[in-house]
């Protein structure tokens, strides 16, 4: 059987994520990964601490190892965010969570764009940051060697611009 591709959705908070891949994986009928993050600050009313970033990689690296007998496997953030977040949040990054991000990397990330507006949430951090971790997560993923694509503009044409993106990787 022929290895799935792996497909990141990720970004900064607040760009419609979960969203687009809840569509996606129903427009391709196949299953997705959720953000593990939001169930682990659920759990603890939004308080975290650096330490707790690992196990919170360890958490995300569980939910996007599934693939049986799907063409692709498509997962809402990965380690990249965790990487990010931590050096952005805390000028810090174990050790560990570098090294498996390098073990676990995708095969495509699907980018989104911060051109959408910010939506409130509890466990949402930076509502006037979004553009300086865009060009982190652009960044990171250059130094990664992963092929990206930017998805820009409203839901329908973000998701779109998804679904033809996908096709073409497959």
Known sequence: MRHPKKIVITGPESTGKSRLIKSLAESLDCPFSKEYARAYLE???????????????????????????????????????IKIWSEFKFNYLDPRIAKLLQEN?????????TDIPWEPDPLRENPNDRQILKKLYI??????QVPFHLISGDFETRKNKALALIHKIL
């Not at 990397?105 to 764009?113: N, Q």
């Not at 960044?139 to 990664?144: F, T």
């Open 139 to 144: 960044k990171e993923i250059r130094a990664a």
């Open 43 to 81: 759990a603890r009313a939004g308080n975290y601490k650096k330490e707790d970033l690992y196990e919170i990689a360890l958490g995300q690296l569980q939910n996007n190892a599934f693939s049986a007998g799907f063409p692709v496997v498509l997962c809402d953030t990965d380690l990249l965010t």
């Open 105 to 113: 990397l995708p095969d495509y990330y699907l980018l989104c764009d």
